[in-house]
């Protein structure tokens, strides 16, 4: 038994390993070193001290004459196993395809704040979106902090994205079309219209998750595409927790979707709900069978997370109260679910304005 993305595992002597790095070899590879115990916790903890007992090492050692390159290999490597496997993939695509091309090789002691403006307007200029260019700042402000360098700098605004949702019209028509397939995947995109679930989450779900008896959905994992940080070039699939503690959530099953569940529900539990099988389906190749469903019915094209926009501007309409809704959709704050995800339509608006003309 291992813990997956810790390189944490259960030997057959009865004892716990744990791998850390310890050095990068001057070919890119990793010289790794190990620890035991009687427990998980136990290795955890020890490595956990090792590592942090290196990191203070290397901060007496190391000096500004060094260039951002080696400071950003160093807090890669700091950050490694600590955090989800799908996160430092994203620092490292960050850090590898965005910063060290442009600061790599500038002396720590030179990078100011009009360095990380000069290069924020040129990710501007290359087209990419606030939200982007946060996360891009972000990570280089935590590489900054790790070399011991500290200044503010105003992170650009985020820009409110224009979610659109599918018309009353549009979602009878694909349930339609969904009822009358009734096939497995298409089933996956009436799930999401009825629950909100994300499309990693969809991917992941399995019949194991789902507990007919109490009527309710379990949302423990989700299942994602990320950069191979080993080969530096490839892509893997993970499924791992979602990426909040919030986003672990129960969802309560309707009755419209009870009964389509019951009649479709396999004999193996331990199987995915997209296939039925213990083949999963991965998010790139589903979304396309979702695009492929649309052109199919003659719906304009929607991303799948406005599958979940439309069920939650739907569970306002009927009336369900902001809180509710939010720990059904997995949100750590309520403002979250009001601001990103609720779009009331020009019909519902209406209505609220005449009840205030007839008050």
């Not at 009825?194 to 994992?221: F, M, P, Q």
Request: net charge positive; charged share 30%.
């Amino acid at each position: 038994m291992s813990r997956k993305g810790e390189n944490i595992f259960y030997r057959k002597d009865g004892r716990w390993e744990a791998r850390y790095v310890k050095e990068q070899l001057e070919n890119g590879k990793y010289k790794y070193g190990y620890v035991y115990g009687k427990s998980y916790m136990e290795v955890k903890q020890k490595r956990n001290t090792i590592l942090l007992n290196s990191e203070k090492l290397k901060q007496k050692e190391v000096s500004s004459r060094y260039t951002f390159n080696y400071y950003m290999d160093r807090w890669l490597q700091s950050i490694k196993f600590l955090v989800k496997s799908s996160t430092y993939a994203h620092y490292y695509s960050i850090v590898k395809n965005h910063i060290k091309p442009y600061l790599g090789n500038m002396e720590v002691r030179n990078i100011k704040p009009i360095t990380l403006e000069v290069f924020m307007n040129q990710k501007f200029e290359e087209g990419f979106s606030n939200k982007t260019i946060r996360d891009m700042i972000v990570v280089l402000k935590q590489i900054l902090s790790y070399a011991n360098i500290s200044f503010k700098f105003r992170l650009p605004k985020l820009q409110k994205k224009d979610i659109k949702i599918l018309t009353k019209k549009e979602q009878k028509t694909l349930e339609k079309e969904i009822l009358k397939r009734k096939d497995l995947p298409s089933y996956g995109v009436l799930l999401s219209l009825y629950t909100g679930l994300r499309i990693g989450e969809i991917c992941a779900l399995k019949w194991s998750d789902i507990d007919l008896n109490k009527k309710v959905i379990h949302i423990n994992h989700t299942m994602l595409r990320i950069m191979d940080t080993e080969t530096h070039s490839k892509t893997r699939v993970v499924i791992e927790e979602p990426k909040t503690e919030h986003s672990k959530r129960e969802i309560p099953i309707c009755k419209f979707l009870y009964q389509i569940l019951i009649e479709i529900k396999p004999t193996n539990n331990n199987t995915y709900f997209l296939t039925g099988t213990k083949d999963y389906i991965e998010p790139r190749t589903y979304y396309n069978k979702y695009q492929k469903l649309l052109e199919d019915v003659g719906i304009k094209k929607y991303g799948f997370h406005s599958l979940r926009h439309t069920f939650a501007t739907k569970c306002i309409e009927i009336g369900m109260d902001p809180k509710s809704l939010s720990e059904i959709l997995g949100h750590s704050d309520v403002k979250i679910t009001l601001s990103l995800y609720v779009h009331p339509t020009n019909y519902l608006k209406s209505v609220y304005l005449e009840k205030l003309g007839n008050h």
